[in-house]
């Protein structure tokens, strides 16, 4: 056989090495020494300053993640390899992963398969492509048929997100099925089913990160029950056998009719408010209601590090006007899915906004994202969902 021709190859500056060396497997673009002329989505070899090799890598011509690690040695044989770790993923949460038929089978870097992203919903999985190296039709085509070979789904389906097309530079692609014809379910979690459109919604269509804490919420919930920014009601739902009465409040119409379809589902009967949560959180403190148990799950207030300051301000405001409303022996859960807010910083504005409303708040829990949803501890980016459960008096 003639030789395999060699990889494009990479230098890096001293400071993207010891990056790599501390574990991490990103190297931005302003610690690239030199990649002139490589294509968009290539494999390549990557070595420090002095050319001593540091791995294997998929290379993006366009992200700020220049470089995304795959193997620290030699890749002789890249389908054999992404099957591997799609074997492994599967395994991993075959172990870890219960109570539902919807979960994260893969989870991109947490995953050693950077820019890839499968949801499974029940018999439908649903995959997303972040990056240059994951778009290229014959690993598209490798996953596929290792997905299918253990988890015989009725259909697979892609979706897209124009903006991380756009920002890789790829070409416009539209959400749709890959395989199979299958494109809504019912899915269940922790007893409770749900509806599942796999074209429709946001995300790959729940929120399946917070699954877990939906459980542990359930737990300690009792009483009067808000949830604010219900979505399709994920947390209302699980608060319903406990609560007499439950309300989800959420600014998307589509999502609050899934919620009240998810409702007759389950045959629970919960309100559902369109408003937005600022505004009515406002006049609902004004006008002195009351709850027992109250649920903040916002959209993610800082997406860059430049919005630090002004997320802790909303997460405080809103936090403040929930530990108003509620009643003494009251639960709080509360969220943030910002990366750029640490548990430390969340937990540091959700003291001063106990000061301010001037009540006591005992942590019972404070949790992260499912196990279906893996931190690698050596990359930070990796953990991002905070979820604090506390009695209030
Ligand atoms: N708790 C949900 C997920 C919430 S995602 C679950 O576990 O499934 C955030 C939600 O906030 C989205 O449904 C979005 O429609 C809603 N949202 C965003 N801004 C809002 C606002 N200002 N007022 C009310 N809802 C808002």
New binding site residues.
């Given amino acids: 056989m003639p030789p395999k021709p060699s990889l494009p190859a990479i230098k890096i500056s001293p400071r993207g090495a010891t990056r790599l060396k501390s574990g991490h497997v990103w190297v931005y673009r302003s610690d690239i020494v030199s990649a002139d002329g490589i294509p968009p989505g290539s494999l390549v070899t990557i070595s420090d300053p002095r050319g001593k090799p540091l791995g294997t890598a998929l290379y993006s011509t366009s992200s700020q993640i220049a470089v995304r690690m795959l193997s620290a040695d030699p890749i002789a044989d890249l389908p054999a390899l992404l099957r591997q770790r799609i074997a492994n993923a599967i395994a991993y949460r075959e172990g870890l992963v219960r109570d539902t038929d919807a979960y994260r089978v893969v989870f991109s870097e947490a995953d050693f398969l950077p820019g890839l992203i499968i949801d499974r919903y029940n018999d439908i999985l649903s995959l997303q492509v972040l990056t240059q190296g994951m778009d290229a039709n014959p690993i598209r085509e490798t996953v596929i048929s290792e997905l299918t070979e253990h988890l015989h789904p009725a259909s697979v389906i892609e979706r897209v997100d124009p903006r991380v097309r756009e920002l890789e530079t790829l070409p416009p692609r539209a959400s749709g099925l890959l395989q199979g014809e299958r494109t809504s379910t019912t899915f269940t979690m922790n007893s409770v089913q749900f509806l599942y459109d796999a074209l429709e919604g ?1 995300k790959t269509g ?2 399946l990160d ?1 699954r877990e804490n939906y459980a542990a919420a359930a737990q300690y919930a009792h009483g009067d029950a808000l ?1 604010v ?4 009601g ?2 209302a739902l699980h608060l319903a056998p406990r609560c007499p009465h439950v309300t989800g ?4 119409r589509p ?1 609050l009719e899934v919620a009240d379809k998810n409702a007759t589902l389950n045959g629970r009967d919960i309100e559902w408010i369109e ?4 505004d009515l959180l406002k006049d609902y403190a004004s006008s002195n209601r009351r709850y027992d148990t109250i649920v903040l ?3 993610a207030f800082a997406k860059t590090k430049r919005d630090l300051d002004a997320a802790l301000r909303g997460y405080k405001e809103l936090n403040l006007r929930a530990l108003k409303m509620l009643r003494p022996g009251g639960i709080l859960v509360t969220c943030s899915c910002s990366y750029h807010v640490s548990e430390s910083n969340f937990l540091e504005m959700l003291a001063a906004a106990a000061l301010d409303a001037h009540r006591t708040l005992r942590l019972i829990e404070v949790r992260g994202q499912a196990k279906d949803h893996p931190v690698l501890l050596n990359v930070p980016e990796t953990a991002y969902l905070k979820c604090v459960i506390a009695y209030v008096t």
């Fill in positions: 946001q729940a929120f917070q949830d920014f219900c979505y399709q994920a947390f409040i959420d600014s998307s999502a408003a937005n949560a600022f799950d916002p959209p």
